[in-house]
């Protein structure tokens, strides 16, 4: 299936590694061009080298804290340099940390709000009227399984993110009409540097080890394993596809099944 990305703009959020590397490399390896955007120029660096040689020469690197300030703006000078249309934007960000909801600090709440949210909510805001004068954009939003069914020790994650899926179901149904398609992702577990810091807080919290704990996490999905980057970026490529253009207002579960409701 041709995805029709070929002669498309992407901005990608916290591509340096993880869910947002594998969604870049999946749309570059359908020939988009692609603005990788992370807090860190160096590991930017590293991670476009990984990248096939035309691959790299289609991507431009934007290093921005999404919790300062002027990082929306610097991506979009970045992203839309020389005329150039942003036609997919892929909203990712950092995880929060971990703990019981009675122990929530609302100031670290507020913190989190102004990276997590805030900065997503302001970047879809400003490239969404140029999407819809050329009646074509494409909006996914990476929020997590805990969207659906809360994760424990996750309050922030699960407050915040649900957040969003409410406002970006409530904004497709405003622009379906427009060719602009906005669809959330729900990732179950993907082995990355946060699934595995995460694994690493429980096992620090109930004194086992580390190993243990990720042996008996996978077997509680019915994958029987975690899931990969590239499996993530692949469903994020057809979603940024022209042939997704009926997908809209949906929370596109990637989760070996871990999710238990329907
Ligand atoms: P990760 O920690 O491996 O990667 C996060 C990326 O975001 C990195 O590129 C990092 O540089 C960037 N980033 C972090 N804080 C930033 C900031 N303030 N400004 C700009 N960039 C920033 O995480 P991941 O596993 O790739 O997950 C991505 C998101 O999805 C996280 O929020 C995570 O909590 C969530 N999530 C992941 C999974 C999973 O299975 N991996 C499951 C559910 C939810």
């Known amino acids: 299936m041709d ?120 970047l879809t805001l400003a490239l ?9 954009g494409r909006i996914i939003t990476i929020t997590s399984s805990g969207v659906i069914q809360p994760i424990p020790h996750l309050p922030i994650s699960n407050a915040l993110r649900s957040s969003l899926v409410a406002f970006m179901k409530t904004l497709a149904g405003e622009v379906a009409a427009d060719g602009v398609t906005v669809n959330v992702m729900a990732p179950g577990r993907i082995g990355t540097a946060r699934t595995q810091s995460i694994d690493s807080a429980q096992a620090k919290r109930t004194g086992r080890s580390e190993d243990e704990i990720a042996r008996e996490s996978a077997s509680s999905i019915p994958a029987g394993r975690y899931g990969t980057i590239e499996e993530f970026g692949a469903v994020a490529a057809f979603l940024a596809s022209v042939p997704a253009s009926y997908v809209t207002g949906s929370v596109i579960r990637v989760d070996g099944g871990a999710i238990r409701s329907i």
């Open 3 to 122: 995805l029709g990305l070929r002669t498309r703009h992407a901005i990608v959020l916290g591509a340096s590694q993880g869910l947002g590397l594998g969604v870049a490399r999946s749309l570059l390896g359908e020939g988009a061009s692609v603005t990788l955007v992370a807090r860190s120029m160096e590991r930017l660096a590293t991670a476009r080298a990984s990248l096939a040689e035309d691959e790299q020469a289609r991507c431009d690197l934007v290093a921005a804290d999404l919790g300062e300030p002027d990082a929306v703006e610097d991506i979009l000078r970045a992203a839309q340099r020389e005329g150039r249309v942003v036609d997919i934007l892929v909203n990712n960000s950092g995880g929060p940390p971990t703990g019981l909801p009675s122990g929530v600090s609302i100031d670290e709440m507020r913190g989190q709000f102004d990276k997590m949210v805030q900065p997503i909510m302001t």
């Open 128 to 136: 969404l009227p140029g999407m819809r004068a050329r009646r074509w």
